[in-house]
């Protein structure tokens, strides 16, 4: 039986808004995926390059390898370790050229991928093992032991699986030599009638409040989110988008593994990023297009590159979104290379995306809606999805008052795995709530631009009023020698919380006090947002998706900013 069968209704009607969702032409991820590969004018293009610095590995692979690869990982899967649809493979692996096979194998079974950050703590895995209820777990050769050791605390946990770099460490060789023009000739028969509806990937949430939640996507959601992104930006099979970011994330694995293999393109898979051979590999690979977080965009910036040595008359810019980006970072980037910034925003509750910023702006309504408000414009809902600023009782709000950002269509997800205490919370009024703050503004066009202010719950809230962190970051870390600022509440007796911020500064310079930062907020920012309390590190503390740990930063420095509860600041001290 499908698991998603008997969706609450409530969740339903949020998903499954008619005009939103128009018919797909195929009936399951397998019927899909043989559309690409059986079809003649794709067999001999190249789909896949798969590339690793560190051991100077470039390997390709065109639609008919790629489809020959895919059927011995699903027949291994299916008659080796005994995986039926509806079971749940979880994965503890990095971006390379076995996870991406591993991934499509499974989901041509109707078999569940859940992918587990192999950077993550041992209890972090041993919960989303046990919580998804994976039968198998599948992990690079040198983790094995502490997969086996997992497994043993695991009863349903059947199978652990092996993999190096020729694939399998028993069974079919994924890299064997095929025949070019070999195409899927046969799939292993499923155990029920394969559909659209069917689990794709259980994706776990960071967690940052408490256990992480178990993201269901269907089939359904993965095809119409490439759709949308693939229509919103043109993509096509001329089109080749380069993955820099983890595929254990919706990013990774939406953007840039299946929205190319939607739209005919090809991809060029990264063990990891490296803002050293960034430039030249999308030189040498006629990249098109790169999905990238902020922090990213900030390495980049650091390295600072000298590009007129490369031929970049393909490349047509970054997708950005999955992390703050601020508007000080956006300017500086688009300024320093000259490419645009594609602005975007969405949870892995939304599959991926849900807005971008428009491609056919001009340059100057492009640098208007990055730079000339508080934040970048996140842009205007992408097809399948409707977005609205909601009031906290579930009011539509008029353009520019704050409210919560909420969407519904066909790329929400099919809700929280066994968590209808998150479901009940999460789809409220025929919306799906993001937990996240913002607005619109309308064009001369009618539509409507987003923007995003912060999370809910990161939200300070200083003697009742509500204060974006994000602008107070902006303003922290448009100072020159700043390479890192978070703004974070403290418990305060007369406010209930003040303003601190946590500074990484950046090498080889002489260091600003921490009065002389104060007073460059000051020039900029009313006297209620700025810090009163700085506090130095060294460490950058991102998720491996480059999402600021902000939450967890508040309790880190929890201790020490106490010593600062009872102080009242006022607005004379420099």
Same mark, same amino acid.
């Given at each position: ?33 043989? =559309? ?26 065109? !639609? ?22 509806? &079971? ?5 692996? @990095? ?61 349903? *946990? ?6 190096? &770099? ?17 195409? *899927? ?18 994706? !776990? ?7 992480? /939640? ?12 490439? &759709? ?33 293999? !939607? ?9 990891? @990023?490296?803002? %050293? ?14 999905? %990238? #977080? ?12 000298? #590009? ?6 393909? @490349? ?10 601020? /508007? ?6 688009? &300024? ?79 809700? !929280? ?85 946590? %500074? ?23 006297? =209620? ?19 600021? /740990? ?25």
């Amino acid at each position: 039986m499908s698991p998603l069968i008997g969706v609450p209704e409530h969740i339903a009607q949020v998903r499954k808004v008619e005009a939103l969702c128009p018919p797909l032409p195929w009936s399951s991820f397998a019927d899909f995926f043989k =559309s690409r590969v059986y079809d003649r004018a794709l067999v001999n293009l190249i789909f896949l390059i798969y590339c690793d610095d560190d051991r100077a590995v470039r390997y390709t692979y065109s !639609y008919g390898e790629f489809g020959t690869v895919v059927q011995s990982v699903a027949t291994f899967l299916h008659d080796r370790v005994g995986l039926r649809s509806g &079971d749940r493979l979880a994965t503890m692996l @990095f971006n390379h050229d076995v996870t991406v096979a591993l991934y499509f194998g499974a989901w041509i079974l109707g078999v569940t991928i859940v992918p587990i950050n192999v950077e993550e703590s041992v209890d972090k895995k041993r919960y989303i093992l046990e919580h998804s209820e994976a039968s198998a777990v599948c992990c690079w050769h040198t983790s094995l032991d502490e997969a086996k050791n997992l497994q043993r605390e695991l009863p349903a *946990l059947r199978h652990v699986i092996a993999v190096n &770099d020729e694939g399998f460490v028993e069974g079919p060789k994924h890299r064997a030599k095929v025949e070019i023009g070999t195409v *899927l000739s046969s799939l292993a028969a499923p155990s029920h009638t394969p559909s659209l509806d069917d689990e794709a990937l259980i994706v !776990y949430t960071s967690g940052t409040t408490g256990s992480p /939640k178990g993201v269901v996507l269907t089939v359904e959601n993965l095809l119409l989110d490439a &759709d949308a992104i693939a229509d919103r930006h043109q993509f096509g099979a001329d089109d080749r988008l380069m993955c820099v970011l983890p595929i254990h994330h919706v990013n990774g694995t939406v953007v840039t593994l299946i929205t190319p293999f !939607y739209c005919k393109g090809s991809i060029v898979l990264n063990r990891k @990023f490296k803002s %050293v051979t960034f430039w030249r590999r999308v030189h040498e690979e006629r990249v098109t297009c790169v999905s %990238v #977080v902020p922090t990213l965009l900030e390495f980049l910036l650091d390295a600072n590159e000298d #590009v007129t040595a490369y031929k970049l008359d393909s @490349f047509g810019g970054f997708i950005c979104g999955a992390g703050p980006l601020l /508007k000080d970072a956006a300017t500086r980037f688009e &300024d320093r290379f000259g490419f645009p910034i594609r602005h975007g925003y969405g949870l892995s509750e939304t599959t991926c995306y849900s807005c971008f910023l428009p491609n056919e702006l001009s340059r100057d309504e492009h640098r208007h809606w990055i730079r000339d408000y508080e934040f970048p414009s996140i842009g205007v809902p992408l097809r399948h999805n409707e977005m609205a600023i909601l009031s906290g009782d579930g009011q539509l709000l008029p353009e520019m008052a704050r409210g919560e950002i909420c969407i519904r269509g066909g790329t929400v997800c099919a809700g !929280y795995f066994k968590r209808d205490d998150a479901n009940e919370a999460a789809f409220q009024w025929g919306w799906f709530r993001s937990g996240d703050e913002g607005f619109y503004v309308r064009d001369k066009l009618g539509r409507p631009f987003f923007f995003i202010s912060g999370r809910l719950k990161e939200l300070i809230i200083r003697g009742g009023v509500n204060i974006a962190p994000l602008e107070i970051d902006g303003v922290l870390r448009s100072h020159p020698l700043i390479r890192f600022a978070m703004a974070v509440p403290f418990e305060h007796r007369y406010y209930g919380e003040e303003i601190a911020a946590y %500074v990484v500064l950046r090498g080889g310079v002489a260091p600003p006090t921490e009065a002389e930062l104060l007073a460059h907020c000051r020039q900029r920012l009313p006297f =209620s947002k700025c810090p009163k309390v700085i506090r130095f590190g060294e460490e950058v503390p991102y998720t491996s998706t480059g999402k600021p /740990k902000r939450l967890e930063l508040k309790t880190r420095l929890a201790s020490v900013l106490a010593a600062y509860r009872d102080r009242q600041f006022r607005e004379m001290e420099r």
